[in-house]
Structures are given as structure tokens and as C-alpha cells.
């Protein structure tokens, strides 16, 4: 079954950077669109960015100019490189798929900004 496992959270100064990674199973990684969504406390789950199979991003305006998706089709994985970051970065980072009309998360990884 397909599974996505994200990694590389943790907590960061504000201005700093971090990288998070979500390898995937279980699918043909490299014919899917991959996002990233994140989730602060009391919020709904948010859109950050979305990379296509052929490799076209999108990002939420929020973080336009300070996040960078990328894919490696050869490892199944995603990353999303996060710069500048600021407090109302913080929430927990999920990465996601969406095949054959099913949706399918990883279990998220907590990001921190704070000083």
C-alpha cells in the first residue's frame, strides 16, 4: 500500500532554515504530484505546495520566495527547503498524494519556529 514517511522537522530560530523529506512507497513516484500541507494549532490544514510529475510547483503566497519544492524521482522522495522562517511557520508538515481519486497523507512532522 502506498505509505509517506516525512522527516527533517524540528525546531529553528526564526530566520533559520530547515529541510523536510517525505519518501514514498508503494506507488510510481515519479507519475504523481506530490504537496505539502501543513496544520498549526486551531487552523485548518493548509496548502504549501505542490510539485507535478513533471516537475511544475506551485506555492501558498505565504510562502512564496522562501520555500522550495523539489522531487527525486530516483530516492521517491520530496522535500520541501524551508528559508527565512518565521513564528507563523510553525504547525505540523504533512506531505501528500492523491492517486486514482484516494487521498493519502504521511503522519506529519512537527516544525517550530520560535526563539
Known amino acids: 500500500q502506498v505509505q509517506l514517511v516525512e522527516s527533517g522537522g524540528g525546531l529553528v530560530q526564526p530566520g533559520g532554515s530547515l529541510r523536510l523529506s517525505c519518501a514514498a512507497s508503494?506507488?510510481?513516484?515519479?507519475?504523481?504530484?506530490m504537496g505539502w500541507y501543513r496544520q498549526a494549532p486551531g487552523k485548518q490544514r493548509e496548502l504549501v505546495a505542490i510539485i507535478t510529475s513533471g516537475g511544475r510547483r506551485n506555492y501558498a503566497d505565504s510562502v512564496m520566495g522562501r520555500f522550495t519544492i523539489s522531487r527525486d524521482n530516483a530516492k521517491n522522495t520530496v522535500y520541501l527547503q524551508m528559508n527565512s522562517l518565521k513564528p507563523a511557520d510553525t504547525a505540523v508538515y504533512y506531505c501528500?498524494?492523491?492517486?486514482?481519486?484516494?487521498?493519502?497523507w504521511g503522519q506529519g512532522t512537527q516544525v517550530t519556529v520560535s526563539s
Open positions: 501528500n498524494t492523491v492517486l486514482y481519486g484516494d487521498v493519502y
Open positions: 508503494g506507488m510510481i513516484f515519479s507519475s504523481a504530484a
